[in-house]
Structures are given as C-alpha cells and as structure tokens.
C-alpha cells in the first residue's frame, strides 16, 4: 500500500496564483521528497526536507515538514502554465536510501 | 552529463512472453531502482541494486527479477506476462550513498496484449 497519501488529487488555478499541495504519511522517514511529473515521462526532483527539517525553498517552492503531524505541504508560488504537471511526494525510510514510497500524486492544472 | 538512459522507449508484447527492460543511469551513479507506474496503483517500487547487488526489494512476484552489472547498467526482468504487467517501467540513479536525490529516465512503456 502507499506510504504518502495526497491531497487534492486535482488542483486547477490560474496563472499567478499560488498551488498548495499536502501529503500525509504513516511511519517514521528519513527524509521526504518532491517530485514533478510531465504527462508520460520521467519524474524530477524538486526538493528533499529531512526528518529534523522543518521548512525548505527552493525558488518558487516551499515545502514544510511536520513529523508530529506526519505530514509536508508544497507551496508553488506565482504559478505559470509550465507549473502543469503531476506533483507527488515519496517518502525514504533509514538505510534504504534507493526505495521511496510514493503517494498518489496531485495532478496540477494551471491555466493561462 | 548525459541522463539515465532507458530503452526501448515502447513495447508491445503478448501474454505469456517474456521481456527485458535496459537502463543506463548517470556515470558516477551505482545504485539504480525500479519502478512501476499504473493509473490504479500508481508508483511502485519494485528494487534497488547497488554494485550489482540487490539492497532493497518490493512486493512483486518473482516474474520480476532485475540485475546490475559492473558498470552500473541495470536490466528487468518480466517474465510470464499478465495484461496487469502493462505499465510505465520507471528506472532511476543515484550514488546511492547518503541522501541523494533520485534521477529518473523517462521510462518503458509496456503493452501487454
């Protein structure tokens, strides 16, 4: 079963706003990641925030990380239209560096 | 520095057959994964080889077998296939060592008919 469950499974904005993405997740991790998707293709790293983070930018993303409440969120700011894509959250457990459990992803719309 | 590599970008195959998937990952990476990505299950790991050793593995059948070379090339295995085997195969690199980020392919797209 999924590690990471997110929320909303769909997201549709307009240029210039902000997205907000959340992620929960069961058991203790090492760290989490985020990943975007371009329909069909490979996934790219965003950001990693580890376990004794709490907050992290990279550019236009923020993400935070709450372990008590076992769960992160990603801010995308001033959206554009290329910020189209599938946004998932995985998760990394101690010493298994190279397996991460994925959530179900949010499918972000951001029209022009 | 060129990216991971992953061939053929699309197969079909017929039920019962059997295939294999090749992935390059980044020089300097030795540890790839794989992953399987279907609409209802999502993304699934499947395993992890480290200089050529397996370190981590998921929760598939053992028609799913994998190995890695001596330079870091990484191969799937399917054998016996299932119209559920039909997915995007996702391969991916790090160093493998501390906490690296994923690099990901862009993936086999398998038909299973």
């Known amino acids: 079963s999924q590690q990471g469950e997110e929320d909303p499974q769909a997201l549709s904005i307009q240029e210039g706003e902000n997205a907000t993405m959340n992620c929960s997740y069961k058991t203790s991790i090492n760290n989490l990641q985020w990943y975007r998707q371009n329909s069909g293709r490979g996934l790219v790293h965003l950001i990693l925030i580890r376990s004794n983070e709490r907050e992290k930018h990279s550019g236009r993303l923020r993400v935070t990380l709450d372990t008590s409440k076992k769960s992160s969120s990603l801010l995308i700011t001033a959206s554009r239209a290329a910020d189209t894509a599938s946004y998932f959250c995985a998760t990394v457990f101690y010493n298994q560096g190279g397996k991460l459990i994925f959530g179900q992803g949010t499918e972000l719309s951001v029209k022009p | 520095k060129a990216g991971v590599t992953q061939t053929p970008r699309y197969l079909i195959k017929t039920r019962g057959q059997q295939v294999t998937l090749s992935c390059s990952p980044i020089s300097g990476h030795r540890s790839v994964s794989w992953y399987q990505q279907t609409p209802g299950q999502g993304l699934q790991f499947l395993f992890e080889y480290f200089s050529e050793t397996q370190r981590n593995k998921g929760n598939f059948p053992g028609r799913f077998s994998g190995r890695q070379f001596s330079n870091s090339r990484s191969e799937m295995n399917v054998s016996t296939l299932e119209l559920g085997d039909s997915a995007l195969y996702l391969c991916?690199?790090?160093?493998?060592?501390?906490?690296?980020?994923?690099?990901f392919g862009n993936g086999t797209r398998l038909t299973v008919t």
């Open positions: 991916a690199s790090t160093r493998g060592q501390g906490d690296s980020p994923l690099h």
